[in-house]
């Protein structure tokens, strides 16, 4: 794990949700304690949804957490590169409210830092190689899916409980005989598309 190479406090960031069809990007930024860390952290795709849901309860019971929520309308207007750029740094701020400091560094999964003044470095593969990007990974996509299942009880004919706003056959199936809903984004093809088709 590369954490140990930068300075602390060090905050970890990862968004969940650039891919899907329906619903916000969430991003959330993490700074785990010096002892006491939950055991098994790791790139929130390789753990199973049980193994999330626990550890997202043990991360934010220890560590200062911080969400940053972008919904379907903005990223529409903004784009889904920018609308998570946006979610990160809304996620990095909250956790500077909370901490009442900036984090002496931010480190961020992918390959591109938002523009913002806090110390970072981008890391391809980060929830892998990083504690705190692989608590943030973690931490987003649990907030994300829990957000998802929580609008399939409205909009129970899409299949979000199971897809998450991906575009699963269910999903595509139900968007080409209901329509779109308020939370799918307008500029992401598949939907886009039924527009074209009324």
């Given at each position: 794990m590369v954490d140990h190479s930068f300075p602390t406090p060090l905050c970890g960031v990862d968004e969940a949700g650039r891919g899907p069809l329906a619903g916000p990007v969430v991003a959330a930024a993490v700074i785990l304690p010096a002892q006491g860390i939950p055991v098994g952290i790791n790139d929130s795709k390789k753990l199973t949804e049980k193994t999330r849901t626990r550890l997202c309860a043990e991360i934010r019971a220890c560590a200062v957490v911080g969400i940053g929520v972008v919904e379907p309308e903005e990223i529409d207007r903004l784009n889904i590169y920018?609308?998570?750029?946006?979610?990160?740094?809304?996620?990095?701020?909250?956790?500077?409210?909370?901490?009442?400091?900036?984090?002496?560094?931010?480190?961020?999964?992918?390959?591109?830092?938002?523009?913002?003044?806090?110390?970072?470095?981008a890391i391809v593969g980060g929830d892998a190689k990083s504690l705190a990007i692989g608590a943030a990974s973690i931490v987003a996509k649990h907030v994300r899916d829990e957000m998802m299942i929580a609008a399939a009880r409205t909009y129970p004919a899409y299949g979000w409980h199971s897809n998450k706003g991906y575009g699963s056959a269910v999903h595509l199936a139900a968007l080409r005989e209901h329509g779109p809903t308020p939370l799918h984004r307008r500029s992401f093809a598949p939907v886009a598309q039924c527009y074209l088709d009324l």
């Open positions: 920018w609308a998570t750029m946006k979610a990160m740094t809304l996620a990095v701020d909250a956790v500077v409210e909370t901490l009442g400091q900036h984090p002496a560094h931010v480190l961020v999964d992918g390959n591109k830092l938002p523009k913002w003044d806090y110390r970072a470095t």
